[in-house]
């Protein structure tokens, strides 16, 4: 069963955003991270030492492991920032920044 009919929610109509250049859905009042999961995404950033994947690991904004670049922004919490229509979301690789 679908999510969205468990819960009866009544999103509105999906939007696009990328992600690494792809294309995914999103929709209203979705998280980075829901978008990302939804559309089968598991993994967005690796680990400065060791280049290891991760993605969501507490969901409420504590542990940092869901770090992503959105527009640009290196380091925005996946699990707590809300997508718009047309973001840029890109892997966040290491710090983010040129070091």
């Known amino acids: 069963m679908n999510p969205l ?3 009866g929610a009544r ?6 955003v990328t992600f690494d250049g792809r294309q995914i859905e999103a929709l209203p009042g979705q998280t980075v991270a829901a978008a990302l999961w939804a559309a089968g995404i598991t993994s967005w950033r690796t680990t400065r030492r060791t280049g ?12 940092f492991d869901c770090l992503v670049t959105v527009n640009g922004r290196p380091n925005q919490r996946a699990c ?4 718009h229509s047309g973001d840029v979301i890109r892997t966040q690789e290491g710090t983010g920044h040129e070091d």
């Not at 999103?11 to 696009?16: H, I, L």
């Not at 707590?80 to 997508?83: A, E, G, I, S, W």
């Open 52 to 63: 290891r994947p991760r993605g969501i690991f507490c969901g409420i904004g504590v542990c």
């Open 5 to 7: 009919d468990l819960a």
């Open 80 to 83: 707590l920032v809300p997508v």
């Open 11 to 16: 999103p509105g109509p999906a939007f696009t």
